[in-house]
């Protein structure tokens, strides 16, 4: 979503694998694919609490997020999901 939208959310590999472009829905998680195997995989539990990885996901309709714009991969920073966030983008995917 990130790239083929051209939105400013850190990002690293776009396979799913480093886990730097991990976003909060704050609306809209309806118009989500729902996540893939290696979104789980790489995320685990923060898929519950709403997160998503901006590479792997696909929108069907307008979805709002958020995300910290100095996070790093999920390797670097062990156990942290969220810092300060600022208002991510809106639109159709």
Do not use: H, K
């Amino acid at each position: 979503m990130a790239i083929r939208e051209n939105i400013d959310v850190p990002w690293q590999c776009a396979s799913g694998n480093c886990g730097t472009d991990r976003l909060v829905v704050e609306d809209g998680a309806e118009n989500l694919d729902p996540p893939r195997r290696r979104e789980r995989a790489r995320l685990g539990e923060l898929v519950d609490e709403g997160y998503r990885l901006a590479c792997q996901t696909y929108t069907r309709g307008d979805v709002t997020f958020s995300w910290d714009p100095d996070q790093v991969g999920l390797d670097d920073e062990p156990g942290s999901s969220s810092g300060g966030s600022r208002a991510g983008w809106a639109g159709t995917g």
